[in-house]
């Protein structure tokens, strides 16, 4: 009640906590924040629960087209981080999202770091072939082909590798997206792959492919780097945009760690 948060906060120094919204003589929230003043989710913790009430894990949240309307509710749920995944959606949306955040933090005081996740050299992309999003029933079966079409059919995933399943076997397990859905190998045929759905879920566009068995990932090097082309121009992209953090995708040593941290460093002098 207000008798607990007044003696939660009424040890703590004035210094801690902004003044009242009418008293800001209109500085922006975001170089209050600069100054050392709490963002207002720290604030309201503080003031509610005291130094040790207060959470110190952020909440790092997947950011989509869905959930465009909800950010400031996100924000202010304790949302620490906005991940944009650069795998899916256009570049137009992926620069509203970000501009969106950061017009959280300029103009009502949120403190929420940008992140964005590099596509990454993963070979194995599916398609449904659909514009939007399909649903996996549990123990329907589908094929996973690389046979090319120009239309979708259904229970089918068009894989963009001829090889895709090569030292692949029955009984193994193929996990979409890290774990959206999950298929078991039922059949070969060819090079074709006849699954069946054990884990319900929902297959988007352009979905990645893992294959696992005994529980352990089945590793097969295909010989690209871990940043393509396309994730060069996405982390530019990102940089244009004042992101925070970039996240790396299929990393296979720490050289790609270093590469990226280099190239960093580089652009922070220009």
Same mark, same amino acid.
């Given at each position: ?5 007044? !003696? %939660?906060? *009424? ?15 209109? +500085?922006?929230? %975001?170089?209050?924040? !600069?100054? @050392? ?12 629960? @005291? ?18 309307? +909800? ?10 981080? !906005? ?12 620069? %509203? %999202? ?14 929420? *770091? ?9 070979? &194995? ?6 514009? !939007?999003?399909?649903? +996996? ?35 193994? /397990? ?6 959206? +859905? ?7 045929? @060819? ?12 297959? &988007? ?21 871990? #940043? ?7 982390? /530019? ?10 996240? &790396? ?9 270093? *590469? ?8 922070? #002098?220009?």
């Amino acid at each position: 009640g207000p008798m607990a948060t007044s !003696a %939660a906060t *009424s040890s703590f120094p004035s210094y801690l906590f902004p003044p009242p919204a009418s008293r800001r003589s209109g +500085a922006r929230p %975001a170089r209050a924040a !600069a100054e @050392g003043v709490m963002d207002v989710v720290s604030e309201a913790e503080l003031r509610e629960k @005291g130094f040790m009430g207060m959470r110190k894990t952020k909440l790092v949240c997947t950011v989509g087209p869905a959930c465009m309307d +909800a950010l400031p509710a996100l924000a202010r749920g304790g949302m620490g981080v !906005a991940r944009v995944n650069l795998c899916h959606g256009g570049r137009d949306w992926h620069r %509203a %999202a970000m501009r969106e955040v950061r017009r959280l933090n300029d103009e009502e005081g949120f403190c929420v *770091s940008l992140m964005v996740d590099t596509e990454g050299s993963q070979l &194995l992309v599916a398609d449904h072939g659909g514009a !939007a999003s399909v649903k +996996a029933e549990d123990c329907s079966e589908w094929l996973f082909t690389s046979k090319k079409t120009d239309k979708a059919h259904p229970i089918t995933m068009h894989v963009n590798f001829d090889k895709f399943s090569e030292g692949i076997l029955v009984g193994d /397990e193929l996990v979409i997206d890290g774990g959206m +859905a999950t298929f078991q190998v039922t059949e070969k045929i @060819g090079s074709d792959l006849r699954c069946k759905c054990t884990d319900p879920g929902l297959l &988007l566009p352009r979905a990645k492919l893992s294959f696992w068995r005994d529980g352990k990932l089945v590793e097969r090097n295909f010989g690209l780097p871990t #940043l393509s082309t396309k994730d060069w121009a996405d982390i /530019e992209f990102g940089i244009t945009e004042g992101v925070d953090c970039i996240a &790396l995708s299929f990393v296979k040593d720490a050289n790609d760690i270093k *590469s990226l941290k280099t190239y960093l460093s580089r652009r922070s #002098l220009e």
